[in-house]
């Protein structure tokens, strides 16, 4: 059982390329979601999803799309890549349904655009 | 949407004293109340919890407090060790799906 996986965990990117961030989880949750950590703004939505096929967005979306065709896997794809989206990138899951159920994260991203 | 602040923003203490974290939040819809711990280049972890039907949860040395009515909360670090060190963030679960709304994080230093 390796909870949730992100890949890369480190990348440098050029202003304008695009990329994707890999998350997967195996452990069967119908919510997951993408924040991104900058210095002293704690963490901040970008996106979500409460199944496949189902796709939301968070306070900070702008830049980012997101897809979900399947329920272990949930993408993150930077369209054309800005200084400004230089940040630590964390994936999260959990079970939808009681409220409060716990968040999963990943060990994150680390990502640099120059 | 969710308005969470978090305060102190940085917290030194010596070894052995207490901390206390609060929290306020602005929707009384809120729900769940959880408390992340992040070591410096580690993911956030849970630590503790506390749902919106009660009113204090004790776990060791931590503890969460919960007012509803005036719509805030507060962790609270009893007997501090220096490996309490790490910036503690709270976080907040309005009506609706599980989104969290993450409160801007506090930074722990306890001293030897």
């Known amino acids: 059982n390796a909870g949730v996986t992100q890949t890369p965990k480190f990348q440098v990117l050029k202003t304008g390329q695009s990329m994707t961030l890999q998350c997967a989880q195996d452990m069967n949750h119908e919510y997951m979601s993408w924040y991104r950590q900058d210095p002293g703004m704690g963490l901040r939505l970008i996106h979500y999803s409460v199944g496949a096929g189902i796709t939301d967005q968070g306070e900070v979306p702008n830049g980012y799309n997101v897809s979900r065709s399947t329920t272990e896997d949930f993408p993150l794809r930077l369209l054309s890549a800005a200084p400004s989206q230089t940040s630590v990138y964390f994936c999260?899951?959990?079970?939808?349904?009681?409220?409060?159920?716990?968040?999963?994260f990943g060990e994150g991203s680390w990502l640099t655009v120059v | 949407g969710e308005n969470v602040e978090q305060h102190p923003s940085t917290l030194s203490v010596q070894e052995g004293d207490s901390a206390v974290i609060k929290c306020t939040y602005s929707?009384?819809?809120?729900?769940?109340f959880p408390w992340y711990k992040q070591e410096l280049g580690k993911r956030p972890q849970l630590i503790i919890d506390?749902?919106?039907?009660?009113g204090e949860k004790k776990d060791q040395r931590i503890a969460v407090t919960l007012n509803k009515t005036a719509k805030h909360f507060s962790l609270h670090i009893t007997e501090t060790q220096p490996e309490d060190s790490a910036v503690y963030f709270c976080a907040v679960r309005g009506s609706g799906y599980s989104t969290l709304t993450f409160g801007k994080g506090t930074m722990l230093l306890v001293s030897p």
């Open positions: 999260a899951s959990s079970y939808l349904g009681d409220s409060g159920n716990t968040i999963y």
């Open positions: 929707d009384s819809a809120s729900n769940y």
């Open positions: 506390i749902r919106s039907n009660v």
